[in-house]
């Protein structure tokens, strides 16, 4: 299966749902190149939704740990990438169609090749955690909190200009 591309019918728009913007992509759950689509995808969605450039990089980080665990260890024939960006953070999730596994965070050998995954979610992921499906798939979300955002400046009124004070309280 080929990944369905943004504005795909078979996954419809970005969805606008009370401030928050949502998209999936269906990619294919044994093909090695799934990692670097999920990551790419990812990285222009959230660079056209307006996201820093330094969120995105983990969030690409993430995603491409969590999609590869997908590929690597699950017979899934699918998964499905959904990202969300709300007014206080930016989520990902991946979910493959099985067997839902429990995953933890785990260290490795020193030497060891692999294993470092979840770690590396743990540590660039405000929140991060996993949901079994009832057809037996296992779906991973994380999501990094946005900085606040800072209130336009505001124009300054010149300076004969009248001032007007609502609701002016006297000095006690």
């Given at each position: 299966m080929s990944p369905s591309a943004p504005g795909d019918p078979a996954d419809g728009p970005p969805a606008a749902h009370s401030q928050a913007l949502t998209t999936r992509l269906r990619l294919p759950g044994h093909?090695?190149?799934t990692p670097g689509q999920a990551r790419a995808y990812l990285g222009v969605t959230l660079a056209d939704w307006g996201v820093c450039e330094t969120i995105r990089a983990?969030?690409?980080l993430i995603v491409s740990e969590l999609a590869t665990n997908a590929v690597t260890y699950t017979r899934s024939c699918e998964i499905t990438l959904e990202i969300t960006l709300t007014d206080d953070e930016a989520a990902v999730s991946v979910a493959d169609h099985g067997p839902h596994r429990h995953l933890h965070a785990r260290h490795a050998a020193p030497d060891a090749e692999s294993?470092?995954?979840l770690l590396i979610v743990q540590s660039l992921a405000s929140?991060?955690?996993q949901?079994?499906?009832d057809a037996g798939g296992t779906t991973v979300h994380a999501a990094i909190t946005l900085p606040a955002r800072k209130p336009p400046p505001s124009?300054?009124?010149p300076e004969d200009a009248p001032h007007h004070h609502a609701h002016a309280t006297p000095e006690r």
């Amino acid at each position: 299966m080929s990944p369905s591309a943004p504005g795909d019918p078979a996954d419809g728009p970005p969805a606008a749902h009370s401030q928050a913007l949502t998209t999936r992509l269906r990619l294919p759950g044994h093909s090695k190149r799934t990692p670097g689509q999920a990551r790419a995808y990812l990285g222009v969605t959230l660079a056209d939704w307006g996201v820093c450039e330094t969120i995105r990089a983990d969030l690409q980080l993430i995603v491409s740990e969590l999609a590869t665990n997908a590929v690597t260890y699950t017979r899934s024939c699918e998964i499905t990438l959904e990202i969300t960006l709300t007014d206080d953070e930016a989520a990902v999730s991946v979910a493959d169609h099985g067997p839902h596994r429990h995953l933890h965070a785990r260290h490795a050998a020193p030497d060891a090749e692999s294993g470092r995954g979840l770690l590396i979610v743990q540590s660039l992921a405000s929140r991060w955690d996993q949901s079994g499906d009832d057809a037996g798939g296992t779906t991973v979300h994380a999501a990094i909190t946005l900085p606040a955002r800072k209130p336009p400046p505001s124009t300054p009124l010149p300076e004969d200009a009248p001032h007007h004070h609502a609701h002016a309280t006297p000095e006690r």
